[in-house]
């Protein structure tokens, strides 16, 4: 498929900054909504854009490592940072589980527990999770993405809208200094969006790696979550935004 020119500077700006929005753009290129959204849906169907309401972000998995790599950062942090959470899991109680590196550590840590409902975004964690004895597993519908057995789309979220649990364990792909929560995919943003919603006591857990990093999603604010674990001191915004906010902060 041949690109324009603004077609083609449309996608540099999208590579360099993450995304764009379809305003921005109109006064960037002197034209109107209807021809930039036109270009984002060509760039969406070759697999370069993901479109939302009122621009787009780049693609996943256009410079982000592969979940297989992403497992090998920070790995011995992150199994401390896992276990850490299984601990504050108590027995009997309902768990959303979203996809991650770090929750996926946690999900794996959870097997000396008893009458767990554990629902999950990911078919490799239900996976491992049907195996153990003392959890019950439940798994959101909807499109698996081949990187990393992720379930996303409109019906995970629709699915996970149904539900009111006790835990929800998240992960971030990057904590910006003003405490927003990113993600490189605008999809499992979507699913992480929603599974936030869904938990009356939301626990994030992310390695020192990610605080002061950049996404081009946002997902949510620190705020908005009850633990933060992590196996370092959360710089000291971060910390700022804890305390004013009753976020409790555990070390790993």
Do not use: W
């Not at 992960?171 to 969006?193: F, K, Y």
């Amino acid at each position: 498929m041949t690109l324009t020119q603004r077609q083609r500077d449309l996608l540099s700006l999208l590579n360099s900054q993450g995304r764009v929005l379809v305003a921005d753009m109109v006064q960037r290129f002197e034209t109107t909504p209807q021809t930039i959204r036109k270009d984002l849906r060509q760039l969406e169907q070759m697999g370069r854009a993901v479109r939302f309401h009122g621009g787009a972000v780049r693609a996943p998995g256009q410079d982000y490592i592969r979940y297989e790599h992403r497992k090998l950062v920070a790995a011995r942090q992150k199994a401390r940072i896992g276990a850490t959470i299984a601990q504050l899991i108590p027995d009997n109680a309902t768990v959303f589980i979203n996809v991650g590196t770090t929750t996926e550590e946690a999900a794996m840590a959870l097997g000396q527990h008893s009458g767990l409902r554990v629902i999950c975004d990911n078919v490799n964690v239900a996976n491992n999770l049907r195996a153990m004895a003392g959890v019950q597993v439940l798994i959101a519908g909807g499109g698996v993405r081949d990187s990393d057995g992720a379930i996303v789309g409109e019906q995970a979220v629709s699915f996970i809208r149904q539900f009111r649990v006790d835990y929800a364990l998240i992960g971030a792909a990057a904590i910006a200094p003003n405490g927003d929560l990113l993600d490189h995919d605008l999809r499992e943003a979507q699913v992480a969006a929603a599974i936030m919603e869904t938990a009356r006591h939301v626990i994030l857990g992310v390695d020192q790696t990610k605080f002061g990093q950049s996404a081009p999603v946002f997902v949510g604010r620190v705020s908005q979550v009850h633990t933060l674990v992590s196996d370092g001191t959360p710089p000291d915004a971060i910390r700022a935004i804890c305390e004013d906010s009753d976020v409790a902060i555990k070390l790993a």
